[in-house]
């Protein structure tokens, strides 16, 4: 490659970069074509993931499984006794939060999306006992993989991803 297409080719790219545009199909936020409700889905479906209450943890389950399809929703209404007999058993209060940029979509077509989450879930252990009061707070990064069904984003998997 010459010089001059050498220095073209840096410059096309910086552009590019600058000007935050990417390949179709990959966007870092909300632009390119995104359908903003992919975003929203993503973003509430992880918190009401990561946020558990004992005094209503099967209503927390329900809101999960209300926005969920496939696989992912077999599975976790398959767990859905567990989970409720773990947080309640322990009297655990979780709730997540999302920071204002948590969000980033991976990849996006007409019907399937990715989004990456970053959440921050506190935790509060019991009213009694030797934990009892006691918080912590742990950060867990999330894709959620979602599907779109009757023209609705539903969520088709979440993993965890570091």
């Not at 220095?7 to 990417?22: N, R």
């Not at 990561?50 to 398959?78: C, E």
């Not at 006992?129 to 999330?142: I, K, Q, W």
Request: with cysteine; hydrophobic share 40%; aromatic share 8%.
């Amino acid at each position: 490659m010459t010089a001059g297409r050498t220095w073209l080719v840096l410059v096309v790219l910086s552009t590019f970069a600058v000007a935050g545009c990417s390949v179709p199909g990959f966007s870092g936020g909300g632009g390119n074509g995104v359908d903003p409700g992919m975003l929203v889905t993503a973003r509430q479906e992880a918190t009401n993931f990561f946020s558990l209450d004992y005094r209503h943890a099967d209503a927390d389950v329900a809101r999960v499984l209300a926005s969920a399809t496939g696989t992912f929703k077999k599975q976790y209404a398959a767990r859905r006794t567990e989970v409720v007999d773990g947080v309640t058993s322990k009297k655990l209060v979780v709730t997540a939060t999302i920071p204002k940029d948590g969000a980033a979509v991976e990849f996006f077509d007409k019907t399937r999306g990715q989004v990456l989450v970053s959440v921050d879930a506190t935790t509060s252990t019991g009213t009694t006992g030797a934990n009892a009061g006691t918080n912590s707070v742990d950060r867990y990064r999330t894709r959620i993989l979602l599907t779109k069904v009757g023209g609705h984003w539903l969520v088709s998997g979440l993993d965890q991803v570091g």
